[in-house]
């Protein structure tokens, strides 16, 4: 089907944010489901703390994964976040299978965060000159998924 | 690592409780997906109602699978709704790319919705012996699925 | 029309589903009809207890015929709650006209939740192998009006 | 029993207020029941929307048919709202049995909304002089009713 | 001082109103410190519903004070509540001093709400000509009074 | 295009409502924009008191505007309450451009408030015999506007 | 009718801490009058302040009211809160007829509420020997009322 | 164990706020279980108002025991809030088994708060000098329930 | 007294129900109380998780003894909740007195859940033939038991 | 009057803000007013989707507008939104009188909707140098318009 | 400037109170700068838990602060919480710079608390004859502080 | 201790996004505590407007130096917002001890924003390049602080 959404960026501009953005929502997509995944299977004296703020961080993804998808439609095109495309494209760093105690808990979400925050800073360069309205999206999300970075980190000190 | 968390169920009892929320964790984190998708991505004069009406069906999805998988974490068992995992193993019919019409939408909801009922029927039957417990959640589930199913197939008719 | 929404069960379960279900929502909207009879003609020195307590037992049949009538849509066939069909049809024991003592009042609502928690008793049976679904939400409506049935006897000693 | 309620209206005034609230309680304790029938029994690409439309319908109408009835206490006469009656004595145009496409519904909702306000119409000239304070009380159920009545005729442009 | 507030009614039409709103306010106030008495003062087995009921009846006197208050202002008059004009000018028949048994308060509220009724019933009257706005501010109190009349009067059948 | 919407009143009576209605819309969108222009441009000491309270006026405007059209609908004559209808034929006395003293902006908002009081007091006489429905939405916004007309006067003094 | 209600207290510590309570309830319904009083007749400048503010006098006065009235029945003796008794027993200042000027307004409340506490801070040590929990009700009613009192005086420098 | 946490009381007079506190958490304990157990089995025409009035008694006697429990942590004792020691030390009267008649459960209520007031007043009194912060505690929860034993002793007038 | 409430089960199903009823309902308070006893006496650098883990346990157990209680009167039996009931008679392990360290508080809350668990599930199984509707509470209190189960004992790995 | 309100900006750089300010305010309320034109004309099947996305697009459109013009004043520039400027000054495209089918007010809102953001896209460029905080507010309702603009343009697929 | 507020304490009293609350508005503001730093700087395993318990210390001591300085105002006496008199008299021990362990900073806060009850307790003890208002303000914010104060010491254990 | 968080920037990235943190940190603070201190010592007629309006600053204050402080643990530095840092660091105008007059405080709060925008503009420009993720959140929070600046500002006209 021919695109029913015009877009209120030429072509070039739009296939730029039009990437960064579809490369945001299957990181955060995956990032969401890593955060729940972990949120069950974590074990250990922490649990509760870590049970807790999992959660908190997979509201934020789903929020952030929402928010990129219909920025996408905005300028005009369709996203994909299924299941198979988040398997096959995400950036994130991924989670291992079965009981997982807290301190590997702690760690590998530092390191999936810190894997999402660096294709945002790399897109909000990106989409400077192309679309501030979708940088200024970008940013907004960055400065969240940093705040929880702060705090993941602090855990391993 | 041996499981840390013991069982209320003997090692048969708990397999079977175990493989059908497994099942069921699957095809629900792949359904609250396709949901998404189809709020994304659909076109046409009911826009406002099913873009509506999805968030509802994920709502119900996200909340399904996080009971499915903290009953498993109850019976002694980690449960995995990881991408890949959901990709790969999923019953439900999927989602198609791109801009999608909000007939097809609504035909490709009613399949999909009816999928995922079908396997949790089935599980209703085979855990009634194996563990009641896990059974009225199977029921509870079922219940609102097949309320979807019924307010879905109406806007076809 | 021939039916627009199909069933998740074969024709003879689905049968005995709906018949339960139909005779449900006609006693429930009875009910609810009786309840509103009595809040308005109660006099005597309990008239506030019982007129406040009377809206809750409203609340609850006005919620259960919904659902009732909502599950008959699940199985696939349509409800039918309309005052000449509850007139005809409803099990329930019906109130007097005019104002009313307060200790008749009582007597009259504890005999009429005796007559729908008995046809709900009997149903409950019937759909155990036909549709747990459907069974497990009888048995939810059956608890709360015996919870009701104990409230309004416990005012008769 | 003689009535125990006292009325502030002469009776001949009170007669004239309470024929003015029992038909309208009749015709309101109707239009909530046909409002919940045909929510139930929608179907068509509009279920939605008019599946929830319908219920803004039924709580206005079960609003006001309590309002009639209480305003029919404080003039000194037992209201008459159960099943039988209301089969009986409504103005209402009734609504069919089975499953009903979306365009018939909306057209009957009209017909039925604008029934019930002709008897209000009615009323509200009958009532000036007898009991201003029952006329206001129509007046507001009126304007709520017409425009619902606006609502309702929009859909079928 | 010279009257700050201007009217919208001529003087002639603005004496009518006023001196109906000024006969309200009086006889609210006292009632609502009637009610607050009674609140305290009662005993017996009926304590708890007319302990509550009683706050209710304080509420609404409150509120009706306020708006014929303010509406006295609107029509540029400055209005008197004060404890010595309540206790000099109010319709209200008053309550006994000490611990009351629940009948009788009921019995008291019964004729309080009855006194203030007629008065108000009276410049419903009075007020029609003179200003439409007055009269529905007056008709609207009488509504919920003419309630509360009923609500205590069935607790003395 | 014929009118959708039939109306309840014969074509005389609709007239006279349709045309109070207008009317009373037209100076409703223009004392809300007032309002917010006076809200914005408000300075001097009082600058808090006035900035809130303008605010309380912009928001019953509003609602007032809203309630006239939807009036409008339901008697079947589409509303019109766009920028250049209001320019043209609004009776409020309008607002200085630029920042306005607080003095001068209390004056100019009890004589903005008067000027479409006038028009509701004359159109509440008009609508008595012709639709005592309008009437009544007529009744209930002029009481509230003459409550803020004394509130506002009470500043000047 | 004798005491229905026994008290905690001996009867000459009862007589203490009763005849402090009886005398802060009769000051705070007055004040509340006269709060209310003050709120309808206030003209100026700072109108807005003070008609808000003095709804904020009036509810703690109307608490702390009920407050004392409700110990006075804990320690066994019945309230009295009647109109006649507030007129003739208040030890408060009272307030004029009429429109008032903002700042006479702010003066009179002032002289009011210090009145009031005077009473008030000479019960605190009466009651301290005779019942340290009707003592600590009197301080924390203190404590708010020197609070407004600071907040009414500031408005006068 | 060593007491890990220390009082900034010295030891006398962390002995005396402890020994009120501890027996003050027993019967609060005691008195929300003789609460529950009434709320259950009371039967008779003010079944209604008794067994409502029963779950604020409850809600009050919970977190009283809770007040009084972590107060005795602040004062650097473990509380001993258990099954066995409640039933061994409590001060309160208990209640009898199986279905109790209404005026026999308001009179076991008034003994039962009567006991409880009775060993708060001592200590009231014991801890004036040792400790004014646990003073104030056992102050607050004086005032409220001998309000309690007001409200129930006025329904055996 | 002969037991005023009539039950809707056979004598033989209703003692099936009844036994399992009430010991559900001691081992609950009992549970509700050792949860209290915990979070007060806590120490550790996991106070405060734990410490906030407990109450939402305490509120679990205060919930389903509740209902587990008004079960019992809805199949005609006087509940038996008191303290010496619950100290002879629960199945629970108990809590040690004095302040424990966090690894010994999430110990012994693991065996407690696990024994009120287990004699949930051999009620479960009998009274399946008995009364569905008390099987489906129990399931219901199982199923949130053993999802507390799994929560504190992930703590220990 | 000469500007009381002194800029953080200087002249060049406020007058450059200050035009686009300007500019947006005027074209957001005129897009509020044309949104409600439309939500009161709008007929046809679709009537209650678009009416309720109507109230959306209003809702964003006068925060916005009180947005833009508070950052006027924030800039020493006094706002002008009165209903002439609007009609004179605004960029939007209008909308027909009468009634009008749902499917025309779909493409007349996009028209507007884009026309309002072609002008704010221009002053997102012009602001970048004058006033970062300016062109993130112009950022920030460009991005929530560009996402209605997707939504009413879906509808017309 | 005189003092525009006077004290209903004589001077000799008000001096006493004055120098407790002044004592105490100082602590308490450089308790809750204390409680952000800690907040803000904690780390290690336990940062979650500590994080979120810092955020309920500083409400305590900013509402507390707040208390303290209207108590000032409300004895006539302008406080002063200025970050130099802050700096210059808190009687707090103060909190290193950089990042904390939380080890430390669960034993910095303990620390800090107990210097902050210590003058307090001295307060509460030199109030007690000069104004028992006063003290009670004291006795309040001990009561809570010392809760904290065990909180705290409990995660050392 | 070498800092357990690492940063997303480069060291001179950092240290420019930290400088400009650092000293809005402290800038915000300090603000937050002069409008707490002229909240308490404002008199005078526009004493409660002040009152109100300053704790809406603090409010905000507070808030952004919350962000502030978390942004920089993000950027990987550790805040300082300690009363000693505050005192010596802050490049808020101050304000002056005891009693002080609306007027004066009017123009004090007016400066002390002034000056803080002030640092906040100038480093706005200074991390354009460094972290636009902290320049956004540095224009956000000029956006809101010249607001109020305009609102204190237009009390002075």
């Given at each position: 089907?021919?695109?029913?959404?015009?877009s209120?960026?030429d072509?070039?501009?739009?296939?730029?944010?039009?990437?960064?953005l579809?490369?945001?929502?299957?990181?955060?997509?995956d990032?969401?489901?890593?955060?729940?995944?972990a949120?069950w299977?974590?074990v250990g004296?922490?649990f509760?703390?870590?049970h807790l703020?999992?959660?908190?961080?997979?509201?934020?993804?789903?929020?952030?994964?929402?928010q990129?998808?219909?920025?996408?439609?905005?300028?005009g095109?369709?996203?994909?976040?299924?299941?198979?495309?988040v398997?096959?494209?995400?950036?994130?760093?991924?989670f291992?299978?079965?009981?997982?105690?807290?301190?590997?808990?702690?760690?590998?979400?530092?390191?999936?965060?810190a894997a999402?925050?660096?294709?945002?800073?790399?897109?909000i360069?990106?989409?400077?000159?192309?679309d501030?309205?979708?940088?200024?999206l970008?940013?907004?999300?960055?400065?969240?998924?940093?705040?929880?970075?702060w705090?993941?980190?602090?855990?391993?000190?």
């Open positions: 089907m021919k695109s029913p959404i015009t209120t960026l072509p070039a501009r739009r296939d730029v944010a039009a990437a960064a579809q490369a945001a929502l299957v990181d955060l997509v990032l969401s489901l890593i955060g729940k995944q949120h299977t974590v004296p922490q509760r703390s870590i703020a999992l959660d908190e961080l997979v509201t934020a993804a789903r929020d952030f994964a929402d990129a998808a219909e920025r996408l439609t905005a300028v095109v369709a996203p994909d976040g299924r299941a198979a495309t398997a096959r494209e995400s950036a994130a760093k991924g291992g299978d079965g009981w997982t105690k807290g301190e590997e808990v702690v760690a590998a979400i530092v390191d999936n965060i999402v925050v660096s294709r945002l800073r790399a897109h360069d990106a989409t400077a000159d192309a501030p309205v979708t940088q200024d970008l940013i907004g999300q960055t400065a969240r998924l940093e705040q929880l970075h705090m993941w980190q602090a855990q391993l000190a």
